[in-house]
């Protein structure tokens, strides 16, 4: 079973004004009004956010309908999109797997992956027990997660009250608050470089391939990140 314990407390810990919640509330209620205007039912929408919980997969989707497109490219399209979430799952995972825990709650927590939740966690899964710190997690999941489908609620019952220049501002909030938090964490010479390599070489492949840009300009400069890293073993 799940600790009520360390559940609830990684439940509250999405408190706080400097919470990624607040971030990503903001983005959900952006996605709302989106999919009300797109055509979509207030159903619709809370089962897209209940079942993807990720802001580009859900624009990616709701775009790809919006067009048409069959089951099968939608759902390759939004697997594509969180794929990018692969990385964090195994920075992740072997902070919170301990052997006393049944296989099924890492199997469960997976859904919650997300950034938000990942930055609560990665702030304070040194406070808690190994052993009680999937509970946490889980808690910290269903938290985001909460805040994610109420916000798209909200959202969609005020979208007949954002105009576009709000919609357009609430969906960058999220963005820039991981921008910060990724400038923050400039503690090392791979985040450092990644960070700067990345705001640079993304815009410039935009000129070469807008579709491709953020990838391209992403994955050089990570690689480069990582190599210098490891070779001045920092």
């Not at 304070?124 to 190994?130: A, Q, R």
Request: aromatic share 14%.
């Amino acid at each position: 079973m799940i600790s009520s314990k360390f559940f609830f407390k990684g439940f509250k810990s999405i408190q706080g004004a400097g919470s990624p919640a607040i971030a990503l509330g903001a983005s959900f209620i952006a996605i709302g009004a989106l999919l009300k205007n797109l055509g979509f039912s207030v159903q619709e929408s809370i089962f897209s956010t209940f079942m993807i919980y990720a802001l580009p997969g859900s624009l990616v989707m709701a775009e790809s309908m919006l067009i048409g497109a069959s089951l099968v490219n939608i759902f390759l399209a939004v697997w594509l999109v969180n794929a990018r979430l692969y990385p964090m799952t195994v920075a992740l995972m072997p902070l919170l797997m301990h052997k006393d825990q049944p296989r099924w709650k890492y199997y469960l927590s997976c859904h919650f992956i997300a950034v938000s939740s990942w930055l609560i966690v990665k702030d304070n899964y040194e406070l808690i027990e190994k052993e009680n710190r999937i509970d946490f997690w889980i808690g910290i999941g269903t938290a985001t997660w909460s805040v994610a489908i109420i916000s798209t609620v909200i959202g969609y019952i005020a979208s007949d009250f954002l105009n576009k220049d709000i919609l357009i501002g609430l969906a960058i909030i999220n963005p820039i608050y991981f921008t910060c938090m990724m400038l923050g964490a400039m503690k090392t010479i791979q985040i450092s470089l990644s960070v700067i390599l990345g705001a640079i070489l993304g815009p410039a492949f935009y000129f070469f391939s807008p579709e491709w840009c953020i990838l391209f300009g992403g994955f050089i400069a990570g690689t480069v990140a990582f190599l210098i890293g490891e070779r001045n073993d920092q």
